[in-house]
């Protein structure tokens, strides 16, 4: 158990529409990650946060959007959701920024239908 | 971009055989990581490789961090079904940084 818990851990949903993804960090994390992985793309980063800061920004999409809360849980909203857009999103914590090993979530498997 | 690149993309083995994977990029890693994510839960990490020419022994696994430090290898001794998962690689390029990972090994051990 790597003390990250994402929810829902799955996700069904239509074009079009707006969801959202939850992830609480590891205790004592300040940093928080998220990351796209899809078949064909592997894992891909997206954003990151530190104590409610954005400390950097990846591939991420002008559709999605994310924030850090002040009790360090964050939330991943996508809109305007489109067939591609179906993957598993994984959240990751650390203690510190860029470097230190990542503790991931079990993720939550979107599906766009 | 930069970008690493992994090497198989699938492996599937029997079980008790030995098998190496393989991870490289054109520039050069300020430190990498290994991690192995099994079906339905995130990836774990294995191993950090930080100076040139490094190896690290984790049980049958062994890591090793080119002296140019542009690749990285995990060679599996005796691979056993537990041992079914995606290796990844991911890449620090600058200190501080975040780590870029690679496309993964998808390992598949037969009993």
């Known amino acids: 158990d790597s003390g990250v818990t994402q929810t829902p851990k799955h996700l069904i949903t239509a074009t079009g529409q707006r969801v959202t993804l939850r992830c609480s960090p590891r205790?004592?994390?300040?940093?928080v990650y998220w990351y796209q992985q899809s078949l064909d793309q592997g894992l891909q980063f997206l954003i990151q946060?530190?104590?409610?800061?954005?400390?950097a920004k990846g591939n991420i999409l002008e559709r999605f959007s994310a924030q850090q809360f002040p009790d360090l849980h964050s939330e991943l909203n996508l809109s305007s959701l489109e067939l591609g857009d179906s993957a598993l999103y994984f959240c990751?914590?650390?203690?510190?920024?860029?470097?230190?090993?990542?503790?991931f979530g079990n993720g939550t498997r979107l599906t766009v239908t | 971009t930069q970008l690493l690149e992994q090497s198989p993309q699938f492996l599937s083995i029997q079980e008790g055989e030995n098998l190496t994977v393989y991870c490289n990029s054109s520039?050069?890693?300020?430190?990498l990581q290994w991690y192995r994510q099994e079906p339905g839960e995130g990836p774990v990490l294995l191993v950090t490789v930080v100076t040139g020419g490094e190896v690290k022994k984790l049980k049958r696994l062994t890591f090793q961090f080119g002296d140019a430090r542009k690749d990285s290898s995990l060679h599996i001794t005796a691979a056993q079904p537990g041992d079914t998962g995606l290796y990844l690689c991911a890449g620090q390029f600058n200190y501080g940084q975040n780590f870029v990972f690679g496309p993964g090994t998808r390992l598949s051990v037969l009993p």
């Open positions: 990751a914590s650390s203690g510190r920024g860029g470097g230190s090993p990542l503790h």
């Open positions: 205790s004592g994390d300040l940093s």
């Open positions: 520039s050069v890693f300020s430190s």
């Open positions: 946060y530190y104590n409610g800061e954005e400390r």
